[in-house]
DNA sequence: TCGATGCTTCGGTTAGCATCGAAGTATGAA
DNA sequence: TTCATACTTCGATGCTAACCGAAGCATCGA
């Protein structure tokens, strides 16, 4: 009777606040356990598991068994993706779960996209990227460029690794804080784990923020020079 | 106690199918009357009422009197832009309302995104002007060139009307059955319409196919060509 | 083998919301 | 004025799904 594809159904797998709350901690990056997932809910374990099944079900998550425990993530880059631009559609129609809280200007500073760097800090170095000529190409057509690769590689990036995967390697996402674009995808996801490897930045726990250190900012303002 | 946007509240309103049904409707980019709204969605007219207030409290819809009608529309680009990305999310993830069926094709060709043009016709008009150079830059950021405004006004566009506007120019939207971009906001939106006036192409009754005429292929073929 | 932990499944309760009939309001036509 | 159309509001109903207690299953350590 309808055409083209049900949005329905995904709507409804976010639309519940304890299911919101599950996903939006699972885009912190890391994997979480039931119980955990449940307590940032607020809701009982029981609760909280017929909730994961079905959000499994609906294809948004993934577990993975170790031991006992149970770790849950995000399926994949899309979910990311969509979840992310989600937020900042109602980020800016003002559906904010409390007035903006003291976190806030952290988390838009610079915070984890799922599993790449996003806030002003990775939007501005996309557009470093885009101005130094290492990433090169337009609307959501990213493509590394042959100068852009070498570089990379001087980083410590092993790009046979990045290109061998399915995955796109470069990809844009809608930053919710910034409405601008930043970079996903697994060089994206490359880069925040270079920074948070080297010891530039650290994640705060608990909560999506990224905080860098001194000479992180140094090494990032060096590394993603800024054109004006 | 959490941080950040509330996306349940968006999910729960597009969650609901009699709702969900609604939004893909005026996705078409026409206005439509309630008791329109009421027969896509298969409810009745108290219902869709009911449903009305509350996506319109939402802020995805607006409505406008008109005697005894009442009209009811997308709020603005960014609703379509969120929806089209919710598309193209349940599409690849297969959640479709009934098996393909015989419209999928015209669907996947050329279709009304709102207000701009989308599927393959779209999707190579934005690659095509990109190749032209006609729009320039990364991410999405897109930008008019000089000799890009040259020849939209050479086509008969007016700029200054567009720029005039508060709303961007070019902008970048997510087609949900290529997977790739677009061209969206007001330059994306006076394109549609150009095709309209001239008779290159037409809407389809009651669906949000466009189908090109024999001379609008010919003319699409002129205007944008493909490097390849 | 026993207990502890982590999680799932089952059963029953409850609350919210979609739904529609009926009545009320506004606009237009006769 | 009177009737018809378009839509909203109210009130009642019924269904779904979120929720939790209790029991069951799996894994780990002792």
Chains 1, 2 share one sequence.
């Not at 029981?46 to 006992?68: D, F, V």
């Not at 760097?117 to 290492?134: F, I, P």
Request: hydrophobic share 40%; net charge positive; glycine share 12%.
């Amino acid at each position: 009777m309808k055409e083209g594809p049900d949005i329905a159904q995904i709507g409804s797998l976010i639309g519940d606040p304890a299911r919101a709350n599950m996903l939006t901690a699972l885009m912190g990056g890391k994997a979480l356990t039931a119980t955990e997932l449940a307590g940032t809910a607020g809701i009982t374990l029981q609760t909280a598991s017929s909730h994961l099944s079905k959000l499994e079900a609906g294809g948004l998550i993934g577990q993975r068994k170790q031991g006992r425990h149970r770790y849950f993530a995000l399926a994949d880059d899309d979910v990311g993706l969509l979840l992310e631009s989600l937020m900042g559609f109602a980020a800016h129609r003002g559906f904010t779960r409390h007035r903006t809280g003291p976190k806030d200007p952290a988390l838009r500073k610079a915070r984890v996209c799922y599993n790449h760097l996003a806030g002003d800090y990775g939007v501005r170095m996309l557009d470093s990227l885009v101005a130094e000529e290492v990433i090169a190409g337009a609307g959501d057509d990213l493509t590394l460029t042959e100068t852009g690769a070498g570089k990379m590689t001087a980083l410590g990036i092993d790009l046979s690794a990045l290109t061998r995967s399915r995955r796109p390697v470069c990809r844009t996402c809608l930053d919710w804080s910034e409405r601008r674009s930043h970079l996903s995808g697994s060089l994206g996801q490359a880069l925040l784990t270079l920074f948070l490897d080297k010891g530039w930045a650290r994640r705060e726990t608990d909560s999506r923020a990224v905080r860098f250190t001194g000479t992180g900012e140094k090494e990032f303002a060096r590394l993603f020079p800024l054109p004006a």
